[in-house]
């Protein structure tokens, strides 16, 4: 059928019969005669039966034409999908390749998605072709989360569709009946309708949209409906998108509190864990992976069992005949959730009120109030109970139990009571499970909840208790009208005992004229002022009056200046006294000032100074130079080398030794590289001690806290020069003075113990006066160094020096002996140096005196035989000796070639025989001289003979 003939010079046009069956003939006529080139374009359309078909295409032929040809193009339009059954006469061509002008373009559908284009060149030619619908295909991806509450049931559904082949234009859901839309959310969404289903327990949510939808599309559903759930089991309806290709997702299912929900019967479902869930939901309780659209699911509800807890903080504020009284219930609510709470409260409380949250109103019943929510609540809930009562003003016993939660199992919590007036809290009726806590044991998050005073304090752990307070408030005094807030006071002493004081009063005054201060009978007031501005002094007695300005506000702060000057009649020793305020001071601040090389001294008072008395002697040098850095370590190790190299030449001066051998060579280097740096370290660290320059402070200042109306603060203080006086450095010196008297005794007497108590007495002296001596850190460090050069490794080096070239003689003295007494006299100083810095003079006294009893042996009376031969002499004598604090132990072994009545002298006082071993053929006995006794051999058979002894 022609619809349309269009074309500029189209007049009319009609159509005919044609000459042959079944063709007809369209006849144009133009509105004047055409040459040259023309366009006609002719629009025509073909009823077609039901999908699938098979049709032969329009062909269009001018009649007369001389040469014929062109070209066709068949697309289609919407859903249809075609097919190309037969092309007699036509060259199937590239649709790109295919002539367009602009009317051949506006004819090209938007929604063609097939396009065959053909080439003809004469008229006969035939094209068919076969049409057939295109069926979109749908793949849905979802996420179903079932909810069941105390009162309704929610489906939340989020749909993923993927759609190819086709776009769409409506889209179709089986919901189940008796739910409502809450929520849906597409793009392109126009229109949504919700209609009965075939099942009774179904119904069909249509969506529409605004246009053609294709590829990714995401759906949002919520389904709710009001009912309160009753049934043991429950069965899930089921939201599917119909005709779907493929449907998978997931099903999670969730409940309030109070709800145990366990699977049943389930089927096209896979359980999965809970924490595999694609989307957060709050209380899941199962969760499931569905690969099937017709899948079901049963489960089992179960109700658990409520429990409450409540932790409650009762709080009380007592005003004037009033208490105002709060509770906060911090409920903690398991297993079924809570509607109302039913609270126990006194009958003799007026103006209860309840906050909290989702409350609904509350109502007075028997024995309490009940308080209905909106909602029901369960976990965390916090509920505020208020209420106030009165009483007489006079006092009166009032009970403080506050409101009681009737409904929760467990209860614990505190009772405070408060109150910005004083009050005498006396308990009337406490029950002994009550335990009363201090202020400072309330948690502190409760102590936000107030700023007052607590008057009583207790915490309970169940109920129910008895609290009954007897409360009596006490009598009220009157208010200070004047006080001192802060008293600054400064006196500059001169040399000559002159004493000027600057008082600064900073003072609040509330209906006062007046201050009154006292001055001392010492002193002369010249000059006071008041806020800057000279005020003339009124005496009143002893006392002299200083006008203030008037003022409404008791909180003005007036500054008032006073100056007093006085002349003490000793200049060395002053007795201060600052001026008395008639007035409660609330804090003092005075300090003393000195003239310039003058210090001043604190004796005593009613102050104590906050300034330190300072400490400049040697010994807190030494504890500051040792506490900074690395100089303790240092000393420490210099010490350690003055040891090493005293032992390491000890030790290469053995008996053994020779001189220049192996063993004096290599003791003496490495004793020389220790004693050498350990020399180096010492004398460094005397540098820097010595630097060290403590001073004494000058002046004192003190603090004193509140001080009542009238206070007197005196001070008693020593002023003098800033030198150290010849006194003050006689008593630091007596420990020197001992110690010379010491070396005095050294000098007269001879070698033994006396003079070795003697050495000790006076290192010791010089060593402790260095640390008692002011700044004599440096001091004791270079007498340190002296002594350890003195006694140790002077007498090591020596014994070094007299090493032997051959062996050495019979008596074995190769100077070993020499180093004895130093040892001894050393290890003695280094024990009374201690004793010193502990103990003091009394401890160094007793350690001389046992130093020279320990140098005293006893004698062994001697045996007096007759005259006999001369002395002989020994072949060799081996001798190694060992020290052990004040003792020289000596193992000796003797080999003598002796004839019959030869003698030899073995060991001279003081030196005694501990033990021997005698060969057949010698005898020992003692003979008797002007130094002392002497030990002998004698032989009563001639031969050689070796002889050990110690």
């Not at 005709?243 to 699977?263: D, N, Q």
């Not at 001071?585 to 300034?611: A, K």
């Not at 045996?863 to 190694?880: C, E, F, H, K, Y």
């Not at 072994?893 to 001279?908: C, E, Q």
């Amino acid at each position: 059928e022609v619809t349309r003939v269009q074309g500029a010079p189209v007049l009319a046009w009609s159509i005919e019969a044609g000459d042959e069956p079944g063709q007809r003939k369209l006849s144009v006529k133009f509105n004047q005669p055409q040459k040259d080139t023309f366009a006609l374009q002719v629009q025509t359309q073909t009823t077609l039966g039901a999908f699938p078909l098979a049709a032969d295409t329009m062909k269009i032929a001018p009649a007369g034409a001389t040469r014929f040809g062109g070209y066709v193009r068949i697309v289609n339009d919407g859903a249809v999908r075609l097919e190309v059954l037969e092309s007699r006469g036509l060259s199937q061509i590239s649709p790109e390749q295919l002539p367009q002008t602009q009317a051949t373009q506006s004819l090209m559908p938007p929604s063609a998605g097939q396009v065959f284009a053909y080439r003809f060149s004469g008229s006969d030619f035939d094209l068919r072709v076969q049409a057939d619908n295109i069926i979109p295909e749908l793949s849905v991806s979802e996420v179903l989360s079932y909810q069941l509450g105390d009162t309704e049931l929610v489906i939340e559904g989020e749909f993923e569709l993927e759609i190819s082949e086709e776009p769409i234009r409506e889209l179709t859901l089986r919901v189940p009946a008796r739910f409502v839309v809450a929520a849906l959310a597409a793009s392109n969404l126009a229109d949504h309708t919700l209609a009965p289903g075939d099942n009774p327990d179904e119904a069909t949510l249509k969506l529409v949209y605004s246009q053609p939808v294709s590829g990714r599309q995401v759906l949002q559903l919520r389904l709710e409906r009001n009912v309160s759930f009753d049934q043991p089991t429950w069965v899930l309806p089921r939201v599917e998108v119909l005709k779907t290709k493929a449907t998978r997702g997931h099903v999670g299912i969730s409940s309030a509190a109070g709800f145990r929900l366990t699977p049943d019967a389930t089927e096209g479902l896979t359980e999965i864990a809970t924490a595999f869930f694609p989307k957060k939901v709050a209380n899941i309780q199962a969760a499931f992976r569905l690969n099937d659209p017709t899948w079901a699911a049963t489960l089992r509800i179960e109700r658990l069992p409520q429990s409450i807890q409540a932790d409650v903080f009762h709080l009380f504020s007592v005003g004037e005949a009033i208490a105002y009284g709060s509770s906060v219930m911090n409920f903690v609510i398991s297993g079924a959730p809570v509607q109302k709470f039913r609270v126990e409260l006194s009958g003799e409380y007026y103006n209860v009120e309840f906050t909290g949250r989702d409350i609904l109103n509350y109502s007075k019943v028997d024995g309490g109030y009940e308080v209905q929510l909106h909602t029901p609540v369960a976990g965390d809930y916090t509920l505020l109970a208020t209420y106030e009562r009165p009483f007489k003003p006079l006092g009166e016993t009032l009970t403080f139990v506050g409101a009681r939660p009737q409904d929760a199992q467990t209860e614990q919590g505190y009772t405070i009571v408060i109150s910005t007036y004083q009050f005498q809290v006396e308990p009337a009726n406490v029950s002994p499970g009550l335990l009363k806590v201090e202020p400072g044991e309330v948690p502190a998050a409760y102590r936000l909840f107030f700023d007052a005073p607590i008057l009583a304090a207790y915490r309970y752990t169940a109920r129910p208790f008895n609290l009954a307070l007897a409360l009596k408030p006490l009598a009220q005094a009157d208010t200070l009208q004047q006080v001192v807030d802060r008293a600054a006071l400064t006196t500059r002493i001169s040399e000559e005992g002159q004493v000027l004081t600057t008082a600064r009063y900073f003072v609040k005054n509330k209906g006062q004229s007046n201050l009154r201060v006292e001055v001392p009978a010492d002193s002369e007031l010249w000059q006071a002022t008041v806020d800057g501005k000279s005020v003339v002094p009124v005496k009143d007695g002893n006392a002299s009056l200083l006008s203030l300005p008037q003022t409404t506000d008791p909180n003005t702060v007036f500054a008032i200046e006073l100056q007093l000057a006085s002349k003490s009649r000793n200049s060395a020793q002053l007795k201060l006294q600052a001026p008395a305020v008639m007035a409660p001071v609330m804090l003092t601040e005075w300090d003393l000032q000195p003239d310039e090389n003058r210090r001043l001294v604190f004796r005593g008072g009613t102050l104590t100074p906050t300034t330190n008395a300072g400490d400049v002697s040697g010994f807190a040098g030494l504890r500051g130079f040792l506490g900074r850095g690395d100089n303790a370590l240092a000393l420490l190790s210099s010490l350690v080398l003055f040891l090493v190299g005293a032992l390491t030449w000890r030790w290469a001066a053995g008996d053994k030794t020779r001189r220049w051998s192996a063993r004096h060579w290599l003791g003496g280097l490495v004793g020389l590289v220790a004693v050498t740096c350990g020399g180096i370290m010492l004398a460094d660290l005397t540098l820097n001690a010595g630097q060290i320059h403590l001073t004494l402070p000058n002046a004192l200042r003190f603090v004193a806290p509140v001080q009542e109306s009238g206070s007197v603060l005196e001070v008693e203080v020593v002023n003098h020069a800033t030198e150290f006086g010849f006194l003050w450095l006689s008593w630091r010196a007596w420990p020197a003075v001992v110690g010379l008297l010491a070396g005095l005794v050294v000098l007269v007497a001879g070698p033994g113990g006396l003079r070795r108590a003697g050495l000790a007495i006076g290192w010791t002296g010089l060593l402790w006066t260095a640390l008692r001596w002011p700044n004599g850190a440096g001091a004791f460090l270079g007498l340190l160094m002296a002594f350890l050069v003195v006694q140790f490794i002077l007498p090591s080096l020596i014994r070094l020096c007299r090493v032997p070239r051959k062996q050495p003689d019979g008596d074995g003295n190769d100077g070993g002996d020499a180093a004895v007494p130093a040892t001894t006299a050393g290890a003695t100083v280094a024990g009374l140096i201690l004793a010193g810095l502990l103990g003091g003079a009394a401890d160094l006294k007793a350690t001389a005196q046992a130093a020279q009893q320990q140098q005293q042996q006893p004698a062994v009376p001697p045996i007096v035989l007759p005259t006999p031969r001369d002395p002989g002499m020994a072949d060799s004598v081996l001798q190694s000796a060992t020290v052990e604090k004040e003792f020289v132990t000596v193992r000796a072994t003797v080999r003598w070639r002796a004839k019959d009545g030869d003698i030899l002298p073995l060991l001279y006082a003081p030196g005694v025989l501990t033990g021997i071993e005698l060969p057949e053929g010698v005898r020992q006995f003692q003979t008797a001289t002007r130094q002392g006794s002497v030990q002998n051999l004698i032989a009563s058979v001639a031969g050689e003979y070796e002889i050990a002894f110690t």
